[in-house]
């Protein structure tokens, strides 16, 4: 599958792997997402954590789920770019979540 492919190929630019989620810095997490489009592998989610001394943790208001328009044939990555472009300089790090399969989006 790509989107295996993708994360295997970003797993040493996290900055933390915690529980099963691979963080990275907003220039990967953009990185990845470019990569994901000229694969065709849809954009299905983008969380945003705080990283601090006692690890890190998720905010409502940091999470886009794309699952919906993914479902639908979108790839999402202009979203998912703008999303995380939008909370870069609040220091946080990003889990992507990638589609399955690759697809022919717009």
Not at 36 to 61: F, I, K, W
Not at 68 to 87: K, L, Y
Request: glycine share 12%.
């Amino acid at each position: 599958m790509e989107a295996e492919s993708l994360v295997r190929e970003f797993a040493s630019r996290a900055v933390a792997q915690e529980a099963g989620h691979m963080l990275l810095e907003g220039a990967d997490a953009i990185v990845l997402i470019n990569k994901a489009a000229e694969a065709g592998v849809p954009v299905v989610r983008v969380d945003g954590y705080r990283s601090g001394a006692e690890g890190t943790t998720a905010s409502p208001e940091d999470v886009a789920d794309f699952a919906a328009a993914a479902g639908e044939g979108h790839g999402c990555w202009t979203e998912a770019e703008e999303f995380v472009r939008g909370r870069m300089e609040r220091g946080l790090v990003f889990e992507l979540t990638l589609g399955p399969d690759p697809i022919n989006a717009a």
